[in-house]
RNA sequence: GGAGAGGUCGCAUAGUGGUCUAGUGCGCCGCCUUGGAAAGGCGGUAUACCGUAAGGUAUCGAGGGUUCAAAUCCCUCCCUCUCCGCCA
């Protein structure tokens, strides 16, 4: 959530910054008028209550009696206005950096730069989808027959392919001071709300446990921010680095069309995630760090690629600034995106009272995270641009040490 | 899943209805003392909200309830430990 404090001080800026996002600015006027309502009731409710304290401790029983009854009457007033006030505080997304840029929708994306060169193939490329088939090694059918559409299994080669990925991730991120971490696969409601999952609504992505506070992760994001969860870090202990292992759940709830056969669109899928708590003075800094680390991966792993800088209106409502990578892929001629790298600041610190000690103060920490490795699109990459005419597939060279083999052959 | 014991201001503990705005010890910070240190002494040492401030309020795992008054009594839930069951 916002801050109060600058919402009462800079309301302006405020109404622009969530207008820029998408989000009427009538909200923060009624968020202001909420406040001011709450203010004067938690005066009240505080005198009464000094007094109340006042009347026990001197056992005038008949004034206790009296403010007891008063207290009765004010105090559910002041909880229903509280429960509003934090409603509407909570539909208030977070603020868009200074240097966003300006946009309705994901049109309005900024290309940043474009790296490699997409390979030539002097036969027609195949999708992941085919090629996968091909080589016996992804399988939608049993997925579709087990648990359901959008599911799958992976066999042989293809789930070498994927614990390659994910120790090639882990490697390189924890010689860069990263925490290897594997988290739990489920939450507590309040760590994927609070971290922007939600369950229902138009943009529902997290499966929910019957009966039980809980839910399947949409990213190890959850997990490393719960983690520290109303905790208070000495300015020193920061950054802290971690890279989480986790698999992910979505329920992709409305969306659809083209990409939703194959890998690209998935119930479920595996991924390293990094995730920073920082100060506020080094946050930018890290989120590049991040990006940059991003595109060393798809560097190495020698996949063409195309950098976009998210616009205010396709920010989500965590992220003040947002880069996504997005990797060539042949079978549909296209960049599909494959990692994404927010800033929140400190909106979900704030959600999760997250802070650090800075001279003898208390503030809000930073939280930045980023896709190292999702394996799924990762895989999409791989299998369509190192296919060969034969119907093989090359093995990234930085891979082949974790997979034991270089190259994919299709079996009969 | 069952039985038992617990959850108190960084840590360890005291507290079983009003004297608790939570005591004590340890740790930590500052000052005094010292040539310097240790020991000792003194003071301080949570978070949030309201208030220009003085000050006030809330928080003893969480949430409800009883009471003029709850860390303390009642109810529900969560977590930890010990044992049992089940199990990779």
Request: net charge negative; charged share 30%.
């Amino acid at each position: 959530m916002l801050d109060i404090n600058l919402i009462r001080e800079n309301s302006e800026k405020v109404k622009k910054g969530i207008a820029n996002k998408g989000c009427p600015e009538v909200l923060v006027d009624k968020v202001l008028d909420l406040d001011k309502q709450r203010r004067e009731l938690i005066q009240k409710v505080d005198e009464l209550r000094a007094d109340s304290n006042k009347a026990a401790s001197e056992r005038d029983i008949e004034k206790g009696r009296q403010l007891k009854e008063e207290l009765q009457k004010i105090d559910p007033e002041l909880e229903k206005i509280k429960a509003e006030f934090e409603e509407v505080l909570m539909q208030l997304p977070n603020l868009p950096a200074d240097n966003t840029p300006i946009g309705k929708n994901e049109s309005e994306n900024k290309v940043m730069r474009q790296v490699g060169t997409p390979a030539k193939f002097n036969f027609e490329p195949k999708d992941h989808f085919t090629l996968g088939q091909n080589l016996k090694i992804i399988d939608f059918e049993s997925g579709a027959k087990v648990t359901g559409s959008q599911f799958y299994f992976l066999y042989n080669e293809g789930v070498m392919l994927e614990l390659a990925l994910i120790q090639y991730a882990m490697s390189l991120l924890s010689k860069e001071g990263f925490i290897p971490v594997i988290t739990p696969d489920l939450a507590k409601s309040r760590f994927y709300l609070g971290t922007g999952y939600a369950p229902k609504g138009d943009e529902a992505q997290t499966y929910t446990i019957n009966d039980e506070d809980l839910g399947l992760i949409a990213t190890a994001e959850v997990t490393l921010a719960g983690k520290h969860a109303d905790e208070i870090f000495a300015e020193d202990q920061l950054p802290i680095k971690y890279i989480g292992y986790s698999h992910c759940f979505r329920k992709e709830a409305g969306a659809y069309g083209k990409y939703s056969k194959g890998l690209y669109r998935v119930h479920q899928f595996t991924k390293a995630e990094m995730f920073i708590y920082c100060t506020p003075e080094t946050s930018v800094k890290m989120h590049e760090y991040l990006l940059s680390l991003e595109e060393k991966i798809y560097q190495e792993l020698g996949i063409p690629y195309q950098v976009l800088e998210m616009c205010t209106g396709d920010l989500g409502a965590m992220a003040a600034s947002k880069f996504d990578i997005e990797a060539w892929m042949p079978g549909r001629q296209e960049y599909g995106e494959v990692t994404s790298t927010s800033n929140c600041t400190d909106y979900q610190a704030r959600n999760l009272n997250i802070k650090f000690k800075h001279e003898g103060k208390t503030e809000f920490v930073h939280m930045i995270n980023g896709t190292a490795i999702a394996t799924s699109r990762c895989i999409i990459a791989i299998l369509e641009n190192f296919q060969q005419e034969d119907g093989s597939v090359l093995i990234p060279e930085v891979l082949q040490k974790y997979t034991g083999f270089d190259r994919i052959i299709p079996k009969k």
